[in-house]
């Protein structure tokens, strides 16, 4: 079976049978994670972002009118992209952007890969981020933060290991940037462990450097090109050396089970 045939359900048994059979093994050898916990992740920092996402929603008011407009005419209706994430200790919320895909389904019914499904003013707005903006209102409710580990679906929560389930541990962010220019797509990995960083190091001064990170990050040619671009894949579990991984990463025997299973099932019809 191509991996390309593989539908959702499909892929999240292959996840299922990953985290069953490799995660207790893998969480025996991690390096704990120490969250640090001060006045300033307690208090000021909720503060800080309660004051600048407000003036943020009132200065950029007037683009979210003129990008919904423009959704409007590039994808149509509904001009809103709503989606459960993950947000502190587990507990998840709605994010809030504006479309920047169509609906484009194959024969199965299965959604296309994004990067075939994102329109030209989608891939405009991807660029230059504009399609966060509205973030700003889900820091101001509480559910986010300026800076923090990015949220990501429910669906991730039971592959985590023990070590990167403490990413949650935190409010997620609009970024948490690299601390050094990259020229790739982040691999999961490594944006984990990033994260795992922040959530050990996180201070008043880490946030000050990561802001200045991510107007860096934002500018670099190479990184909005990388950035642009959606071909990291979905996050799948854990190879046997605890590295993260993505569906092109999952061994072909997983692949073979979930296609032995399809064939069982449908002899049995």
């Not at 045939?5 to 999240?12: C, F, G, I, Q, S």
């Not at 891939?123 to 903006?133: A, G, N, P, Y």
């Not at 190879?239 to 979930?258: F, H, M, S, T, W």
Request: hydrophobic share 40%.
């Amino acid at each position: 079976m191509d991996r390309t045939e593989l539908t959702k359900a499909m892929r999240w048994r292959i996840a299922d049978y990953l985290a069953d059979e490799r995660l207790e093994e893998i969480n025996k050898h991690l390096k704990p994670v120490k969250v640090k916990k001060t006045i300033y992740t307690e208090y000021i920092k909720r503060f800080l972002d309660i004051l600048i996402s407000l003036i943020a929603c009132i200065l950029t008011f007037p683009i979210n009118l003129i990008l919904g407009i423009i959704t409007f005419f590039d994808v149509g209706r509904p001009v809103f992209f709503k989606q459960n994430r993950l947000g502190q200790n587990g507990k998840i919320f709605c994010i809030v952007k504006f479309r920047n895909m169509r609906d484009t389904r194959d024969e199965r019914g299965e959604l296309l890969p994004p990067a075939k499904r994102v329109t030209k003013f989608g891939k405009f707005v991807r660029k230059t981020s504009l399609d966060e903006l509205l973030n700003f209102w889900s820091i101001l409710k509480g559910d986010m933060s300026l800076i923090g580990p990015r949220p990501l679906v429910p669906e991730y929560y039971s592959r985590y290991n023990a070590r990167h389930i403490k990413r949650l541990a935190v409010r997620p962010g609009l970024e948490c940037p690299p601390r050094k220019l990259t020229d790739h797509v982040w691999t999961w990995q490594e944006q984990f462990e990033n994260d795992i960083w922040y959530v050990e190091n996180v201070s008043f001064w880490t946030d000050c450097k990561m802001i200045c990170n991510l107007v860096r990050f934002a500018l670099d040619k190479k990184s909005i090109n990388a950035r642009a671009m959606s071909s990291r894949g979905i996050f799948m579990g854990y190879d046997l050396k605890g590295k993260a991984i993505n569906l092109e990463e999952v061994p072909q025997e997983y692949v073979d089970r979930i296609e032995l299973e399809r064939d069982t099932f449908s002899n049995m019809r």
